[in-house]
């Protein structure tokens, strides 16, 4: 009886049907193939993962970042959302098995306005009763507040040099950030801007004391007030002024009566973020080494708590041993490890709405992108600080902050450093931004079109190549430009992709076996990530897999690559950060590992045929390892495309196993290799198996 050898193809094809796709993979799970010089790659079981943290996290998890202090200990930054929790997002840090909660704190309140102002000065005091804000908060002022010949809006760093409880002085700036000084002094005083409508137009007239506008300047609204049948909210371009007090903005529709009204009913509305250092007796500036108290007072300040922040995303990234974070839609975060900081604390200069930021290199600066100049967020507008400066983003000729507006999309979906420059996708191209200093700091370049990110996760660098996911494709940014990559595995991925969460995926590089992967959410789990595909870039091959019953948490929502920290860790959704390639198992549970092929035609005409013996051969285990897998081999025999296969197995395999004999007959074979065993790790050879004409169909 005739031998033939079972030599399969590398990578999976599920766009063709399974009859076409013979000597290749239809299916997999929790595979991966390794290089081979003679068949292009071999299929073997994937490498396990392990617990990098003993304990859950609070809520799913949806940003991680690694990195080193001056003192060489390594940090795991985490960013979770506040959605799955029910409750606020959580910022932790974990170092040497411990983890430590930094979630950013705020207070949110609408008092009376009651600002104090001396003629000459640009110190301002803010009495807000029973507030006890120390001189380590910072304060977002949303209201614009008209006093003394000032205009305060935006975000002030607070001092309280005598610990009060109910006041605390800011520092106004004008826009290139020199001290505004006050041009009469006012006790407990000051207005918040008032509109008046007139039926049956859209013209709002504004009164604001010294607002400083001028025609065709932009006047935000952050806080949603109506008047006369019109709200008001987000930028509104000023049409006219009509004295340094009244300026007339254009409502999006007509008034239905003629009215005033103050913006949020007259009242401030402040927004404190809490605790930007730490709060030991002794600190602050002044008499005896730093004083003993705030500023040097002798009144230690008191740390009042805030609300933790409710975060839906992050994106994280570190200044030297600094760790910077950005919640979607929030300001910019800082924390350091050696400070002492119970909690991060926001830069005060930063924007205070952004969709993200990461720090460019090697000038190191923060780029926030999705960002503001007045509170409204611009989906399109990039800005970055100074080099070496998170604390300067005024651009002065003496600086290198500044910005820069995409002309073309609607919104920047996500930026990151890559290779010798930052990278700008929208929902329509892909943008570079090159670093050239003074007078412009960065060129920016449309380098692709047509080719959007699907999601503001979906992009990665790895060995000088980035690789994202399209709306409808992959593709990747090399020496040659912007290429798509072919996807045989397309159906399974865009047929049943949840497009009501496209912000849920992410890329997940693992640089140590030349893959990419995918983590996406599909159409039948309510939104979270639950499948991935993978893409092998040194052999140009693609698998895929998804939760299971055995393994319901092979999804990731989160994921770095190798780092500081070794191998890549990703977090799943049941709240656990593990480390991967650690482990033959997942988590210390068996591995359910398997794929199956396409339809082999064992005839092409009408005879049948029948095969009674097969010899594995495998390699069984790790080199010089014990060699203990167990594989399951099952046979699908069917006559006709399409129709329902015979079953024929599992047939168990082992590296005692000299041969099996299923005894079939048939003119399609689908062959289906799986394990499921603790411990044990495989890599499929070249099966040999034994036919022969059995009659005709």
Known sequence: MPHQSLKLLPGVDQNKTPALNEAALSTTQLVRFIPDRTLGGLVQKLGGWSKFYANTVSSTVRALWAWEDTNANSYLGVGADGVTAGGGG???VIVSGGASDITPQKTTVNPSVQVSTTLGLNSVVITDTGRNISSYDVVDIQTQISVGGLVLFGQYQCYNPGGSANTYT??????????????STVALGGAVPSFATTSGTSSVSVTLANHGYLAGDTFPVL?????????????FIVNS???????????????????????????????????????????????GGYGLGGYGTGVAPVLAPGTPINAIDWTLDNWGEIFITCPLNGPIYQWSPTSGQPIAGVIPEAPTINDGMFVAMPQRQIVAWGS???????????????????????????????????????????CIQGPQQGLVWTDLGIWAMQYVGQPYVYQFNEIGTGCGLIGRKAAGSVNGVVYWMGPSQFFK??????????????????????TDNLDRIRIAPN????????????????????????????????DFGANSASNPYVSRTAWINESVLGPPIGAALNRYIYQHETSTDADGVAMDSYFQTGYFVLSDADVLMFIDQVWPDMKWGYYNGTQSANILLTFYVTPYPGQAATAYGPYTLTQASTY??????????????????????????????????????
Not at 170 to 183: Q, S
Not at 262 to 273: K, Q, R, T
Not at 373 to 382: M, S, T
């Open 90 to 92: 959580t910022l932790q």
């Open 170 to 183: 800011i520092y106004a700036l004008n826009a290139l950030g020199a001290p505004a000084l006050a041009t």
């Open 223 to 235: 806080i949603a007030t109506s008047v006369g049948g019109i709200t008001l909210y987000g930028n």
């Open 241 to 287: 002024v009509t004295s340094s007090s009244v300026f007339v903005i254009a409502g999006r529709n007509n008034a239905t009566s003629t009215t005033t009204a103050s913006l949020n009913s007259g009242n401030a509305h402040y927004v404190y973020y809490k605790g930007t250092g730490t709060l030991p007796p002794g600190q602050g500036y002044g008499i």
């Open 372 to 414: 503001t100049y007045n509170g409204i967020k611009d989906p399109l507008l990039i800005r970055w600080c100074d080099v070496n400066d998170y604390a300067q983003w005024t651009a002065l000729v003496t600086n290198q902050a500044g910005s820069y507006r995409i002309p073309k999309g609607s919104r920047i979906v996500e």
């Open 477 to 498: 940014l090399s020496g040659n430009g912007v290429e798509p990559i072919r996807c045989p595995v397309w159906d399974v991925i865009f047929q049943d992709l949840d």
């Open 511 to 542: 640089s140590r076996f030349g893959e990419i992967s995918w983590y996406y959410p599909t159409k039948s789990n309510g939104g979270e990530n639950d499948a991935y595909v993978k893409y092998n870039y040194v052999l140009d091959q693609w």
């Open 660 to 697: 099996i004999t299923p005894r079939f007959r048939g003119r399609l074979v689908s062959i289906k290799i799986e394990s499921n065993d603790i411990g044990s790790w495989w890599r499929l050879g070249n099966f040999r198996y034994r036919l022969q004409p059995d009659g005709r169909f």
